[in-house]
């Protein structure tokens, strides 16, 4: 999880944890609601991330496979 995360992340994810656990305390409603709402608003990150992710990843397989072109048709080249 520290690879993914880093210590930053961890220590956010703690913070909100224990921000949740306080008002959770207060009132078990309300700490609830926050609660799933965190969790919706992680997953809207997580879907924008892995679109992002998914474009880059898409561009980077077209440039390698460009490469690889290229490759062969040097590779015919008589060698010096």
Same mark, same amino acid.
């Given at each position: 999880?520290?690879?993914?995360? &880093?210590? +930053? $992340?961890?220590?956010? %994810? /703690? %913070? %909100?944890?224990? #921000?949740?656990?306080?008002?959770?305390?207060?009132?078990?409603?309300?700490?609830?609601? %926050?609660?799933?709402?965190? #969790? &919706? @608003?992680? @997953?809207?990150? !997580?879907?924008? /991330?892995?679109?992002?992710? $998914?474009?880059?990843?898409?561009?980077?397989?077209? /440039?390698?496979? @460009? $490469?690889?072109?290229?490759?062969? #048709?040097?590779? #015919?080249?008589? !060698? +010096?």
């Amino acid at each position: 999880m520290r690879d993914t995360l &880093g210590s +930053e $992340g961890i220590a956010g %994810v /703690a %913070v %909100v944890l224990i #921000a949740v656990g306080i008002l959770t305390v207060h009132d078990p409603i309300v700490g609830a609601g %926050v609660m799933i709402l965190s #969790a &919706g @608003l992680a @997953l809207i990150a !997580k879907g924008i /991330a892995d679109s992002t992710i $998914g474009r880059s990843g898409s561009s980077s397989r077209h /440039a390698a496979r @460009l $490469g690889r072109l290229r490759g062969c #048709a040097f590779a #015919a080249l008589p !060698k +010096e």
